[in-house]
T-cell receptor, first 113, second 112 residues
Framework: DAMVIQNPRYQVTQFGKPVTLSCSQT?????MYWYQQKSSQAPKLLFH???????NEADTPDNFQSRRPNTSFCFLDIRSPGLGDAAMYLC????????????FGPGTRLTVL | TQLLEQSPQFLSIQEGENLTVYCNSS?????LQWYRQEPGEGPVLLVT?????EVKKLKRLTFQFGDARKDSSLHITAAQPGDTGLYLC????????????FGAGTRLAVHP
């Protein structure tokens, strides 16, 4: 089945220790998104890629970076995680910008000690 | 700032009851989506509504898009424990980039 896969599902890191979360998709969608979701809150868009074009949300901290080496994979790098970065990180895809339906992966729960 | 307000925030009901969840905004959306999210999982798309006044049914779930495309509702008939979860609405503003604006969600608990 076509899907969005996120690894790992659970990630524990130490304060200030860089961490990378990964997302892959078999939908062959052009757009990939990274969201941050804290408890009982709506998902907050961090950035997205349309193909290889990177778009940062204005309020995304510089601590967060992303890479998309090919259509299928996208990575979220957190350079120096703080306690406030503990959250669920969701990857999503959409066919293109005109197709509004976004398909989400299961998420990675990040804990910062 | 575009906002989507969902109400109620929390809903705790008994199996078999009916319920309605609302999603309201002052913005006009080109489309609106409803997602259900279970604890520790990503949101799962339930439905997309596009046309003002549109009604879509998915088994016991009925979705309606307001005539002015600013609001939407989700009605569940005879709720079951398996309906428990976080229900999120998300609106697309249209134009060149269909960024989704998410509501904060309604957390539903259905008790046997």
């Amino acid at each position: 089945d076509a899907m969005v896969i996120q690894n790992p599902r659970y990630q524990v890191t130490q304060f200030g220790k860089p961490v990378t979360l990964s997302c892959s998709q078999t939908l062959n969608h052009n757009v990939m998104y990274w969201y941050q979701q804290k408890s009982s809150q709506a998902p907050k868009l961090l950035f997205h890629y349309y193909d290889k074009d990177f778009n940062n949300e204005a309020d995304t901290p510089d601590n967060f970076q992303s890479r998309r080496p090919n259509t299928s994979f996208c990575f979220l790098d957190i350079r120096s995680p703080g306690l406030g970065d503990a959250a669920m990180y969701l990857c999503a895809t959409s066919r293109d910008f005109t197709g509004t339906e976004q398909f989400f992966g299961p998420g990675t729960r990040l804990t910062v000690l | 700032t575009q906002l989507l307000e969902q109400s109620p925030q929390f809903l705790s009901i008994q199996e078999g009851e009916n319920l309605t969840v609302y999603c309201n905004s002052s913005s006009v959306f080109s489309s609106l989506q409803w997602y259900r999210q279970e604890p520790g999982e990503g949101p799962v798309l339930l439905v997309t509504v596009v046309t003002g006044g549109e009604v879509k049914k998915l088994k016991r779930l009925t979705f309606q898009f307001g005539d002015a495309r600013k609001d939407s509702s989700l009605h569940i008939t005879a709720a079951q424990p398996g309906d428990t979860g976080l229900y999120l609405c998300a609106g697309a503003l249209g134009g060149g980039y269909n960024k989704l604006i998410f509501g904060a969600g309604t957390r539903l608990a259905v008790h046997p």
